[in-house]
């Protein structure tokens, strides 16, 4: 057999480096795409006016629906939730895969204890491979009637969607209105036994919509974009 030519040491050396190089490049690269995401999520009563009554709920940041997270596929969000609401609450990030960190998941005395009011606690995971429009609500006891919103996940930087760029992005978001607190709701179905009340009415983007009394008088609330008209 043919002796195969042997790289010289010289060539050998180079290689290593262009390799090494490339590497470095690669870490680089990714490293300088990926970004940490930084959002304070104050969980507090706010008052709001639907279907012509006030009544105080529990908000992040005052806004209902609660705000929207953007991120990008790879980015790793850290989001400090400060309870300054007379409740418990843990917040979920829902559908999102929690690979390695399942503390950061959220369920109320499945992964974590509960923020107790007066305390707060960091939630922080990284995006791994999961693009798409997800949501996040509270994950205690029925707060997630109004604490809830869009976590959209953009695809990494300078990737494109897997479909025709659309026109236009805005979340829908679908909600249950109760003309009452709805912990207090939850409360008297676990006293009676019997199924909690139905809601009085649905949202979409947090306004119960024209066919309802008082639908357009809005209130001090941030909003999404309304749908039609
Ligand atoms: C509230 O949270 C604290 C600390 O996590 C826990 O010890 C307590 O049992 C919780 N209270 C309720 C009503 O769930
Ligand atoms: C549930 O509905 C009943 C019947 O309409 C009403 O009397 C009661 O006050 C409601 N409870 C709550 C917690 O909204």
Redesign the pocket.
Known sequence: MAAMARPSPMMKKLCSSALLLLLLCCFLLTGALAEERFYEFVVKETPVKRLCMTQKIITVNDRFPGPTIEVYNGDTLAIKAVNLAQ??VTLHWHGLRQLRNGWADGP??VT?????PGHSYTYRFTIQEQEGTLWWHAH??WLRATVHGALIIHPKRGLPYPFPKPHREFPVILAEWWRRDPIAVLRQSMITGAPPNVSDTFLINGQPGDFLPCSSQGDHLYSAPRLFG
């Open positions: 409740y418990n109320e005395f974590q204890c509960p923020i107790r205690s006891s």
